[in-house]
Nanobody, 115 residues
Framework: QVQLVESGGGLVQTGGSLRLSCAASGSIFRFDLMGWYRQAPGKQRELVATMTSSGRTNYADSVKGRFTISRDNAKNTVSLQMNSLKPEDTAVYYC?????????WGQGTQVTVSS
């Protein structure tokens, strides 16, 4: 059984920073892809950033230059450093991992950016 557990969400002012972390536990040695998605109220869940096991990254245009994704393959963890936060970054952030043919999701962590 695979579990993804996020931490690090919270309330921050515009321009501030937060760091999200996600730890995966279970039987999978190394996920092909790990990353972050977010869902704001009334909106669909959207990709924020992903990283392959070889280090290739993909970012949403809206976060490029402000967010940085990193992962530790040995520990099966993925992190998201979020700088220069804006009110439009307010959402529930979900950790995501992909292996073979299945996606796994964390329970989500709330990020709120006040103006």
């Amino acid at each position: 059984q695979v579990q993804l557990v996020e931490s690090g969400g919270g309330l921050v002012q515009t321009g501030g920073s937060l760091r999200l972390s996600c730890a995966a536990s279970g039987s999978i040695f190394r996920f092909d892809l790990m990353g972050w998605y977010r869902q704001a109220p009334g909106k669909q869940r959207e990709l924020v950033a992903t990283m392959t096991s070889s280090g290739r990254t993909n970012y949403a245009d809206s976060v490029k230059g402000r967010f940085t994704i990193s992962r530790d393959n040995a520990k099966n963890t993925v992190s998201l450093q979020m700088n220069s936060l804006k009110p439009e970054d307010t959402a529930v952030y979900y950790c995501n991992a992909f292996y073979f043919d299945k996606y796994y999701w964390g329970q989500g962590t709330q990020v709120t950016v006040s103006s």
